[in-house]
């Protein structure tokens, strides 16, 4: 039986802690209470969004005028060397629970906010290694026809903080199976405290923010060796960082209302005390703006913006 709220405050559900109410609201845990959820909303002629860990998410002032779905499974087992996590498992408790167990190789992802099923979607990285390093299939169900997939990795669609579930929204991931390999449980939990040591030292933590709100870009030629030649490290995959770009460009902690660019971390945009979503659009729409026109490079959000 859904449990479905009315007027439910969202920005206590996100990172950014920003946002307005939802007209209606529902947690499930089930594939099934999905399906009841997605009926619900037919059924009473809604819109509906579904949500997951809330951390790389900008919800409107004004809310959500419709049902929001938000999966809150987090069950998850160990099958030899094989993880099966449903998606709401948050990515870090996954990545300490694996290496009490002597499995791992994906370390250096910890400290990446969210949930194990965003991680997929956004083909999340860090230091090196994405998602898609790991993943064997992801378990999807399409809002739209309630038909299930397992989608093996190649069908994925990989690519740089890329995925066929970003390009098709219809498909919602409900569990995943990653592949792990056999670690010294100590060695593994001194990569883990060693990385998000090194995560807090590039990344501020624990702030009211999506985390990293823009992807890393493709840039021109000029700008990829004004980058190697002043970091004296190379360009991957022809991108460059957004924070050095949003730095070059002056806006290192640029401010509009209460949101503020990250004096620590450009890509950070920070919710100061009290911002509005209209304030932190408006500022990425400057940050956007100013790098096109300064460095010919155009910037894309990789946060979820709700409208």
Same mark, same amino acid.
């Given at each position: 039986?859904?449990?479905?709220?009315?007027?439910?405050?969202?920005?206590?559900?996100?990172?950014?802690?920003?946002?307005?109410?939802?007209?209606?609201?529902?947690?499930?845990?089930?594939?099934?209470?999905?399906?009841?959820?997605?009926?619900?909303?037919?059924?009473?002629?809604?819109?509906?969004?579904?949500?997951?860990?809330?951390?790389?998410?900008?919800?409107?002032?004004?809310?959500?005028?419709?049902?929001?779905?938000?999966?809150?499974?987090?069950?998850?087992?160990?099958?030899?060397?094989?993880?099966?996590?449903?998606?709401?498992?948050?990515?870090?408790?996954?990545?300490?629970?694996?290496?009490?167990?002597?499995?791992?190789?994906?370390?250096?992802?910890?400290?990446?906010?969210?949930?194990?099923?965003?991680?997929?979607?956004?083909?999340?990285?860090?230091?090196?290694?994405?998602?898609?390093?790991?993943?064997?299939?992801?378990?999807?169900?399409?809002?739209?026809?309630?038909?299930?997939?397992?989608?093996?990795?190649?069908?994925?669609?990989?690519?740089?903080?890329?995925?066929?579930?970003?390009?098709?929204?219809?498909?919602?991931?409900?569990?995943?199976?990653?592949?792990?390999?056999?670690?010294?449980? =100590?060695? !593994?939990?001194?990569?883990?405290? %060693?990385?998000?040591?090194? *995560? #807090?030292?590039?990344?501020?933590?624990? @702030?009211?923010?999506?985390?990293?709100?823009?992807?890393?870009?493709?840039?021109?030629?000029?700008?990829?060796?004004?980058?190697?030649?002043?970091?004296?490290?190379?360009?991957?995959?022809?991108?460059?960082?957004?924070?050095?770009?949003?730095?070059?460009?002056?806006?290192?902690?640029?401010?509009?209302?209460?949101?503020?660019?990250?004096?620590?971390?450009?890509?950070?945009?920070?919710?100061?005390?009290?911002? =509005?979503? !209209?304030?932190?659009?408006?500022? %990425?729409?400057?940050?956007? *703006? #100013?790098?096109?026109?300064?460095?010919? @490079?155009?910037?894309?959000?990789?946060?979820?913006?709700?409208?």
């Amino acid at each position: 039986m859904l449990n479905i709220i009315e007027n439910k405050t969202l920005s206590g559900l996100t990172t950014f802690e920003i946002g307005g109410p939802a007209k209606y609201y529902v947690e499930v845990k089930t594939e099934e209470e999905i399906r009841d959820a997605l009926g619900w909303a037919r059924e009473h002629d809604v819109n509906f969004f579904v949500m997951g860990g809330g951390s790389n998410l900008l919800i409107p002032d004004e809310g959500f005028d419709g049902l929001v779905i938000h999966i809150v499974s987090d069950h998850f087992g160990f099958s030899g060397d094989v993880l099966e996590a449903d998606a709401g498992c948050n990515l870090l408790s996954l990545i300490n629970a694996a290496s009490e167990q002597g499995l791992g190789g994906w370390e250096k992802l910890s400290g990446i906010p969210g949930t194990i099923g965003a991680a997929v979607r956004g083909n999340a990285g860090a230091f090196g290694p994405e998602i898609k390093d790991f993943l064997i299939y992801a378990h999807a169900i399409n809002t739209r026809t309630e038909d299930t997939h397992e989608f093996a990795n190649a069908e994925c669609e990989f690519a740089y903080r890329q995925s066929h579930f970003k390009k098709n929204p219809e498909w919602i991931i409900t569990k995943v199976h990653v592949k792990l390999e056999k670690v010294d449980p =100590k060695e !593994s939990a001194d990569l883990i405290e %060693a990385t998000i040591k090194e *995560r #807090e030292k590039r990344h501020i933590q624990n @702030v009211r923010a999506a985390g990293s709100y823009f992807m890393n870009p493709i840039a021109p030629q000029n700008i990829i060796s004004m980058f190697e030649s002043e970091k004296g490290v190379e360009s991957r995959g022809g991108r460059v960082p957004a924070g050095w770009l949003i730095e070059k460009a002056g806006l290192k902690g640029a401010q509009i209302g209460g949101a503020q660019s990250s004096e620590q971390h450009p890509n950070y945009l920070v919710n100061t005390g009290n911002a =509005k979503a !209209s304030e932190v659009r408006e500022l %990425a729409d400057r940050i956007k *703006r #100013e790098v096109k026109e300064k460095f010919d @490079v155009q910037l894309e959000e990789e946060a979820v913006i709700l409208r």
